[in-house]
């Protein structure tokens, strides 16, 4: 019998986010393929768990995943884990997952938390979809071209707070009324979470430590209704006895519109 790989969540600051199921498994297995071990331990300390860890990072992957594979097929069972949050994302584990998959091992993923999925808990936004896109690239052209390509996204990504204020004057060369919301430190003593037109959150980082980690979310343009609509809904108000000041007024509320687009559909 081959043994089972489980994926497990642990904390992305606060020791007290992990489940209890994580830290059954945790002790259950035969071995922990931790990112980090010095990391890993003070989860372990926090919960008396003994089980023994094992390196497993990004740069040795191909060589790990083998031997951790090689114990799997022994009858082993071993956990995953991260430094911080769900493995792989934006976290190693793939090269492993996909070798267990070829050699027919069984996979658990032992859920829990995510930064990711944290800042999407705790802000509203429109709609129901999000694109969420790791760490943002280094280059200017490149970071540019992803903002511009995903206006119509709600636009998720990870960013180190060396390098926010830059990437906040890209965003707002390229997306000038862009709304923008940022979770820092999430779960942790210091948490923020700010929703801000970016012109306003630039202002508001100039003003803040540039420390702790961070995800961030540029809000999707929100996008006018079609003509037909709009011209129904013009109507309506106009048989209601709305004057011309009243309809931009109330369109301009309700559905975000431009007033000088509203004016000429009204004359229309
Ligand atoms: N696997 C992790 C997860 O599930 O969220 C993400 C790992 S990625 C290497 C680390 C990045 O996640 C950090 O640089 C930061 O952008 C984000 N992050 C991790 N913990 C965070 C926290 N407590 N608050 C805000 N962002 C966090």
């Known amino acids: 019998m081959t043994g089972i790989l489980y994926v497990v969540s642990t904390p992305i600051g ?10 059954e498994t945790l002790k259950s297995v035969d071995l922990i393929a931790s990112e980090d071990t010095r990391t890993t331990s003070i989860l372990l300390e926090k919960y008396s768990i003994k089980t023994k860890t094992e390196s497993y990072h990004k740069f040795s992957e191909s060589k790990k995943a083998s031997k951790i594979i090689e114990l799997l097929k ?3 069972n071993v956990a995953l884990v ?7 994302i934006s976290d190693p584990g793939g090269v492993l997952i996909g070798e267990a998959n070829k050699n027919n091992i069984k996979v658990v993923p032992i859920g829990g938390i995510s930064a990711v999925i944290t800042l999407l808990s705790s802000i509203q936004k429109e709609g129901e979809d999000f694109k969420f896109i790791g760490f943002l690239p280094r280059i200017k052209a490149q970071i540019e071209e992803i903002i511009t390509k995903n206006q119509n996204e709600n636009l998720v990504f990870y960013e180190s707070p060396k390098r926010i204020q830059e990437t906040l004057e890209i965003i707002k060369e390229k997306r000038t009324n862009s709304l923008i919301s940022i979770g820092r430190e999430l779960t942790k003593k210091f948490e923020e979470i700010k929703t801000l037109k970016i012109e306003d959150m630039i202002e508001f980082y100039k003003l803040t430590p540039k420390k702790g980690e961070m995800v961030c979310m540029i809000h999707k343009e929100k996008t006018d209704p079609d003509e037909t609509i709009l011209k129904e809904k013009i109507k309506a108000l106009k048989g209601c006895g ?10 301009e509320i309700t559905d975000n519109i431009n007033k000088n687009r509203i004016k000429s559909l009204y004359n229309s």
Do not use: C
Request: net charge negative; no cysteine.
């Open 14 to 23: 606060n020791l007290g986010d992990i489940t209890l199921r994580a830290i």
């Open 242 to 251: 709305f004057s011309q000041k009243d309809t931009v007024k109330i369109l």
């Open 74 to 76: 022994e009858g082993l």
């Open 82 to 88: 991260s430094d911080a949050g769900t493995p792989l």
